[in-house]
Nanobody
Framework: QVRLVESGGGVVHSGGSLRLSCAAS????????MGWYRQAPGKQRELVAD???????NYGNSVKGRFTISRDFDENTVYLQMASLKPEDTAIYYC??????????????WGQGTQVTVSS
């Protein structure tokens, strides 16, 4: 089982910055892609950004150029640096990690979520 512990959410004014962190732990073969999703009230959950075990990053269109995802491979920790925040970035942010149970199998684990609120 993989356990994901998120931190760093909070309230910030429009134009401000926040940094989210997520540490993965547990008895697994390895950790693959890690990332962040978000869900705003009344909206579907959407990809914010992810980063593979090779360091390849991918961003949702709405955050490109404003958010940066990074990863500490030794600590199995993923970070999301958010800048130029907008009220529409307000959502619960969820950390994800692909937990490898073997070289050919695994599952995607989810964190409990951290609230990010951007005031106008």
């Amino acid at each position: 089982q993989v356990r994901l512990v998120e931190s760093g959410g909070g309230v910030v004014h429009s134009g401000g910055s926040l940094r989210l962190s997520c540490a993965a732990s547990g008895t697994v073969f390895g950790i693959g892609t890690m990332g962040w999703y978000r869900q705003a009230p009344g909206k579907q959950r959407e990809l914010v950004a992810d980063i593979t075990s090779d360091g390849i990053t991918n961003y949702g269109n709405s955050v490109k150029g404003r958010f940066t995802i990074s990863r500490d491979f030794d600590e199995n920790t993923v970070y999301l640096q958010m800048a130029s925040l907008k009220p529409e970035d307000t959502a619960i942010y969820y950390c994800t990690a692909y937990a490898m149970l073997s070289p050919k199998s695994g599952y995607t684990g989810w964190g409990q979520g951290t609230q990010v609120t951007v005031s106008s």
